[in-house]
């Protein structure tokens, strides 16, 4: 039998932040920022998470040789376009060194997309769906969508990756 | 007397070490070139390159110069934005500050903080192959 982390989290009553899984509501949970050794290929693992609100996602950069950002789709970030819910507050994590974090706790429902801005030209880019069991599934903005994993696919798996 | 003076002076000149035209052979090389890590938000030291130093006024090419964990070069480097070379961009008479090169790497780079964009790295390597362990971590 294999023991999913979720599991491990839910026999031990413990509140750890662990690789990314989908996050029931007061949970941590981790997206990794990853590169191959020449930096040529470079991603956000899992790509694609869902999570109930009020959780909070934790990015780790454990890339030894380079440096990543977590950074939001909002006019705010450098004139991106919006594509996080409009009530919601965007992010920026500034680059983090190999071994740095940078966390963000997702209270507003809606599907949050976000990018690397070293990377954004590489398709270094992720989506987190913040939504309750049994709700509709959330509406991503419009356009770019073959960027980033399909909401649908999100809601259904928990996580999509890569 | 004075004559004197000055051949003495000469002499030193072309004795002193502290005199000897700067070489980038040890880090820190000298300015122009500064320590990248103080130019942007990078490592230090990069796995697979090293400690690395570049004048800012020749970025993205570089040359970029990548020393090991003694401070010794081991290489010199240029990032070639791919959009540059699609373009019908050229890149002529890049200098090579660090002598003679053992070999060549090129491999595709994402991007990082200072060259934020898809490129290449042309590594020439100033030691045998056998030494890129060197920088490995």
Known sequence: MIVSRRAVLRIGGLALAVPAWSAFAGETVEIHMVGDAHGGAVRFAPRGLRVEPVATVVWRNADTGNAHTSTAFHPGNMDHPLRIPADAKPWNSDYLLPGETFSVTFTVPGVYDYFCIPHERAGMVGRIVVASPGIPPPIAAKGMEDMFPPVKEIMTLGMVDP | ?137
């Not at chain 2, 004048?55 to 934005?81: E, N, Q, R």
């Not at chain 2, 790497?105 to 890129?132: C, M, R, T």
């Open chain 2, 1 to 137: 007397m004075k004559l004197a003076s000055i051949a003495i002076a000469a002499g030193l000149a072309i004795s002193s070490p502290a005199l000897a035209a700067p070489t980038v052979d040890q880090a820190p090389p000298p300015a122009p070139f500064q320590k990248v890590s103080s130019l942007v938000k990078l490592p230090d030291f990069i796995p697979g390159i090293g400690g690395l130093y570049v004048d800012p006024s020749t970025l993205p090419a570089g040359p970029f110069l990548a020393y090991d964990h003694d401070g010794k070069l081991v290489s010199t480097i240029y990032m070639i934005p791919i959009a540059d070379l699609q373009a019908n961009k050229s890149f002529d008479d890049l200098p090579v500050p660090g002598g003679a090169v053992d070999h060549v790497d090129i491999y595709f780079n994402a991007g990082h903080p200072g060259v934020e964009v898809p490129h290449a790295h042309v590594v020439l390597w100033h030691v045998p192959a056998s030494s890129e362990g060197l920088v490995a971590k």
